[in-house]
């Protein structure tokens, strides 16, 4: 008998609707004078954060239309990062709204569209929470979202994404929310 998936993965597109919700309440936390201020990715300002979530949110929105994700960089957009990927955050999940694909084409590899959502949705959320932070509020991810990111992130993230992608975990007390033991496995201090 084979085991049963995280309740995440089968659900991915519905988490990756609640991650992009939650990030675009922080996204309203932006201003100008913000941009130049740092996060919690390691040796990125604010402009940065949103020039790669704008990037992410392009590959998730292009992994849903087109049914595989280009590995190259989208083109940044002028103007106002922020209104740019609350745009594409819309587009995104317009681009999910329809029947999912059941195979996404990711660098030759094909993958699930649960995991290349519920990987968008880690990546979104984490993210979110980290422009929060460069915004200098403390805005908690949502427990039932954390729990099942949780869930994904061993998957997700390996030995081998560290000390380049991911700072190393950081431990938590027994009491921790799930929110909490998500950032540190991915090296954040909540």
């Known amino acids: 008998m084979m085991p049963t998936p995280p309740r995440a993965l089968t659900g991915g597109v519905a988490l990756l ?8 309440g922080n996204l309203m936390l932006v201003t100008d004078e913000s941009m130049a201020n740092p996060t919690p990715c390691r040796e990125w300002d604010l402009r940065a954060l949103l020039a790669h979530l ?3 949110l392009t590959a998730l929105a292009e992994a849903a239309e087109f049914g595989r994700v280009s590995l190259e960089p989208a083109a940044p957009v002028p103007g106002d990062p922020a209104a740019a990927v609350r745009a594409r955050a819309g587009e995104l999940l317009g681009a999910w709204s329809g029947e999912p694909r059941d195979l996404v084409s990711l660098g030759g590899t094909s993958m699930t569209t649960g995991l290349i ?3 968008g949705a ?5 993210h979110g929470w980290d422009v ?5 509020h403390d805005r908690p991810l949502p427990p039932a979202l954390a729990g099942e990111m949780l869930e994904l992130s061993a998957l997700f993230v390996t030995g081998a994404d560290r000390p380049e992608r991911f700072a190393a975990p950081i431990e938590v007390t027994g009491r921790a929310t799930s929110g909490d033991r998500l950032l540190a496995f991915l090296g954040r201090r909540a």
């Open 117 to 119: 959502a519920g990987a």
């Open 54 to 56: 704008d990037d992410a």
């Open 122 to 126: 880690l990546e979104v959320a984490v």
């Open 17 to 24: 609707e609640r991650a992009v919700s939650y990030t675009l």
């Open 132 to 136: 929060a932070r460069a915004c200098g």
